[in-house]
């Protein structure tokens, strides 16, 4: 029985192939690497059938994974999220078939588990000891704790800004944890200069092939709970984009496989803050890379990246897909947390608030259809970001009674 | 096909019966009524294969919940949580097999979420419009999130030192929430003169008969993940103890079934704070009821019950199973959360913390043997609670260069 599939590693932009037995970052040309697989071998071993008696976690499909041996393996159990339906929320923008893909259900609460999951257990094979990443809060939380799983020591630099719970995360599982003035950029330039250092290995956003690996399993989800059909539409928060190539990948992947129809593909849109757009920006421009977005800021923490390493790739997945790039208000994002909990009872975190505001704005422009159905992600729970609700709340002494509500 | 098998609901003190087609809450004699099932019949209809093809979700048990149909059914998609191995905190503690089902990782982020989602779909299915609680805070959250998705308009009332992040949550799906300069029990008697109007469905733990079947889907779950022959022992943080009662209840029905060896009961413990411990000086007195347990107060806020009305049921769950009381420091509950961050990548909450701390000491009592299969409940996420973890992180300026470690 072969574990993984994995082939090789190649480059995107000038299609340099490398190998998967030692760690490799960037190309020699500057482009992340992405993982091969042997498809055409899978597809005549693999069958969905063998699906059905799997944990319900992202390892049920470990064929398409790069890890190869599973002893190697770090689980904490992520996966499977819900596919949620959302009518009440869907009639109120006109959309009748809305869903929900529930990031917010899974270990460490962000969808930055499954790449953190596929990512340490993949350097763990590799014989990694520590590493280091720059993170804006999520990221940096979920590979402290898969790290501290691994019996890896991971570096972390976040800006001061980052939420705070994420601080926790860190500090709690022994990460090495530092604050930075700034900027997702200037903790990555520091952790560059500290990943000069050969025993650090750099796990920053697409510097190691491996993270997206694990991303890529939010579109075998989808693919497998929409019984392999497909939404018309998907829509994803974007700061460095690697959930949005992933699925991306993972959906070409499948129709490589023949397990979805073939050309059937979702029209992907990349959603951003208006406080930091750079590939709507780029995307509007009708470009293929985006600019650095000067003064980036937003409540959707996890999306403020001012200049993302693969926009190339995020931008080619959008045109591929003949889907776009939105860039939502700052109030719309609170206003959509709010209808979220309020009328279907889940509390989507600001990044997946602001995927649902720009489905109601693609909506109203008529780029999404009534009958279509739509999948947002919501990338996290929103009780990792506690200062987004605005709270006056009465308080009462043992003994006081209650006044009914008029 | 038959949806639910509840037959009727019954008082366990008095034996006297209910049906189940109109809102009921304690019985005339005072005690907590129980749902009744017909076992007879489902156990000539249902088979372990039928799961096979189930959602993993709590709904896959439907004919064990009190839901008759499931159009009246609110989810979001709660249920199956990780049964995770836990080998490095397992040796540390000289337990060969220590495994942790793991409830932060569920809508809402307790295992609250359970006792909400069949409560309310059962509220709804029974007509219910408005309901209220007192509550520690999680069971408010989860309790006003799904009854938003419900829209049952749900009235919380929770002491001022409840975790705060817990607050947002009612909040933000619209709950009427009152913040009491109390305990959990001034915030039960609020709601008691509140609830004297017809109108208003009391859910007060153990007031209404459904949350218990809710959380009994953790025995449920524990047994199939086992594959039906379920562990040693069972530790589980009581406050209210309405998870120890259902998992013991569900374990009993599954006997019942046949579904699991006649006899085989795992040892129950139930794991409080030394510094709010009814429970356990009731159970080393050899008493079947508590006394109020003045002056209430520990970080593993979720147990800080000075008195539960199901304190019976959860002392004969122990008794009944061989299991046991215990209590731990608090100290030792934040050592823990660190000893399982740090060993095993997962951020556990105070009370399941408090959880890991009882079964090292049992172990070092031998009251649990090292080759006994022990499975802790850890009923809640880590990042609920931020002010357990402490702090102290360096700040960079942009930059700065980072210093190995040494």
Chains 1, 2 share one sequence.
Request: with cysteine; charged share 20%; hydrophobic share 40%.
């Amino acid at each position: 029985m072969t574990y993984s599939y994995i082939s090789h590693l190649y480059c995107p932009k000038c299609s340099k192939t490398y190998n998967t037995s030692e760690p490799h970052h960037l190309c020699t040309c500057g482009s992340p690497l992405l993982v091969n697989y042997d498809l055409e071998a899978l597809s005549s071993s693999w069958s969905k059938d063998s699906l059905r008696d799997r944990n319900p976690d992202l390892w049920r499909y470990h064929e398409l994974l790069p890890l190869q041996n599973p002893s190697y393996r770090v689980s904490l159990g992520e996966g499977m999220t819900p596919l949620l339906s959302l009518p009440a929320l869907g009639k109120d923008m006109n959309i009748l078939h809305l869903d929900m893909k529930d990031e917010g259900v899974i270990p460490t609460g962000s969808f930055k588990a499954r790449g953190a999951a596929v990512g340490v257990s993949k350097a763990r094979e590799l014989g990694v000891k520590e590493l280091a990443m720059p993170t804006n809060g999520n990221a940096g939380a979920a590979w402290s704790l898969y790290a501290a799983r691994a019996s890896i020591t991971p570096t972390i630099v976040m800006p001061v800004d980052a939420p705070k719970i994420t601080r926790n995360e860190c500090a709690v599982s022994g990460a090495r944890l530092f604050l930075v003035n700034g900027l997702i950029s200037d903790a990555g330039q520091i952790i560059s200069r500290a990943a000069q250092d050969p025993d650090i290995y750099d796990v920053s956003t697409l510097k190691e092939p491996y993270r997206i690996e694990g991303k890529k399993t939010m579109g075998l989800e989808i693919a497998e709970q929409t019984e392999w059909k497909l939404p018309d539409v998907i829509l994803y928060p974007t700061g460095g984009g690697v959930g949005l190539i992933g699925i991306y990948k993972a959906i070409r992947e499948l129709q490589r496989l023949g397990w979805v129809e073939n050309g059937r593909m979702p029209r992907l849109v990349a959603v951003q803050s208006e406080g930091c757009a750079p590939i709507v920006k780029a995307w509007e421009e009708g470009r293929t890379e985006s600019d650095f977005w000067e003064g980036a800021e937003t409540m959707a923490f996890g999306i403020n990246v001012p200049k993302a390493i693969g926009d190339f790739l995020v931008l080619e997945a959008i045109y591929e897909s003949n889907g776009c790039a939105a860039a939502v208000s700052e109030s719309s994002i609170q206003e959509e947390q709010q209808r979220a909990a309020q009328m279907e009872g889940t509390f989507v975190c600001p990044e997946g608030a602001a995927a649902f505001s720009a489905a109601r704005q693609l909506r109203q422009k008529n780029w999404i259809k009534e009958e279509e159905h739509v999948v947002v992600l919501n990338t996290g729970a929103g009780i990792k970001y506690p200062d987004t609700v605005d709270l006056d709340i009465p308080v009462l002494q043992p003994g006081d009674a209650l006044k009914r509500k008029v």
